[in-house]
């Protein structure tokens, strides 16, 4: 006997009460972070959903930065929200930092480039990583360091863009190493012009502390 479609009733039908406020969330996510390949990056962000974990959602949407003439793949927002993702530990994994970067529809190649720079084994300091991100970003040591702060600080857009200064310590120390070229003399002594300022502003450094624009 053949089997017949089922008909439903509006009265039949279950709707989930959280249904709609799930689709309204996802929906505004979507639209703030913009991603590349919107399945790949919904199922990460209802995967991270379904664990508790941070999404891989962007806190606002943001414009192509004003010297990418092409899309290259990490923004500022990203490494935001990367760096939420993966700040909860000292370390994290390279397989859990491939994941993340996936779930963001970020460019393999990128990544790679970044560890291959880094010498980054299995496991990584975090804030290393970080610290090559805002490179990728900054193209040059003072700028790298701008988008750090900009990245991690808790002050308002457009602020200070206040950071302690022992995050900023390792960072640029981090970065100055690996450009391979600068003396360990020229930075204690940049470190140390630096400390009268943060000393007067409870351990904390700000852009215009170190940071002089182009314009």
Request: glycine share 6%.
């Amino acid at each position: 006997m053949p089997v017949l479609d089922t008909m439903y009733c509006a009265q039949q039908i279950s709707i989930p009460p959280e249904l709609p406020d799930i689709l309204k969330n996802f929906t505004k996510a979507a639209i703030r972070t913009q991603p590349k390949d919107l399945l790949l990056w919904s199922a990460a962000y209802f995967s991270a959903l379904s664990k508790g974990e941070c999404l891989p959602v962007k806190d606002r949407l943001e414009m192509n930065v004003a010297t990418q003439k092409t899309d290259t793949g990490l923004t500022p927002g990203l490494l935001r929200t990367l760096h939420k993702q993966l700040s909860h530990r000292q370390t994290c994994s390279k397989e859990e930092l491939q994941e993340k970067w996936k779930g963001l529809c970020l460019p393999v190649d990128q990544l790679e480039t970044l560890l291959s720079l880094g010498s980054f084994s299995s496991e990584m300091d975090w804030m290393e990583f970080f610290a090559l991100g805002c490179s990728a970003l900054g193209g040059t040591l003072m700028s790298s360091l701008k988008f750090a702060c900009e990245i991690l600080t808790e002050d308002e857009e457009g602020g200070a863009a206040r950071i302690p200064f022992d995050t900023f310590v390792k960072l640029y120390t981090y970065l100055a190493h690996l450009d391979g070229d600068m003396p360990q003399d020229h930075i204690d002594n940049f470190l140390s012009s630096l400390r009268p300022q943060v000393n007067k502003q409870n351990g904390m450094i700000q852009v215009s502390n170190f940071y002089i624009s182009r314009k």
